[in-house]
């Protein structure tokens, strides 16, 4: 019932940016959490960053800290991510998720998923 759809994604080099959006759809959208996985070959999917909807509370794995942010824009339905001083280690696919329960951290946990975006890093 609800679709999340991811854009942005690309080739940048080291140290350059990007700024990663999911639009969010559907009847009654109101997740408590909105958060942000990456995912390389071969590696289990892992926490990149997350916000609360309502109170727009900001969490992030310690890899992103200072480097990317998380943001919301309610009337649109849209999270974004923005990633600055990008590193080839950052190289993935990137996934949109929405979750209704607290975990925040556990990909398992989130309900509605997104179907990914490229992003590559190039040194």
């Known amino acids: 019932q609800v679709q999340l759809v991811e854009s942005g994604g690309g080739l940048v080099q080291a140290g350059g940016s990007l700024r990663l959006s999911c639009a969010a759809s559907?009847?009654?959208?109101?997740?408590?959490?909105m958060g942000w996985f990456r995912q390389i070959p071969g590696k289990e999917r892992e926490f990149v960053a997350a916000?609360?909807?309502?109170?727009?509370?900001?969490y992030y794995a310690a890899s992103v800290k200072g480097r990317f942010t998380i943001s919301r824009d309610k009337a649109k339905n849209t999270v974004y991510l923005q990633m600055n001083s990008l590193k080839p280690e950052d190289t993935a696919v990137y996934y949109c998720a929405a979750e209704k329960d607290t975990y925040i951290y556990t990909p398992s946990m989130y309900d509605y998923w997104g179907q990914g975006t490229q992003v590559t890093v190039s040194s």
């Open positions: 559907g009847r009654t959208f109101t997740p408590y959490h």
């Open positions: 916000l609360s909807w309502s109170g727009g509370n900001t």
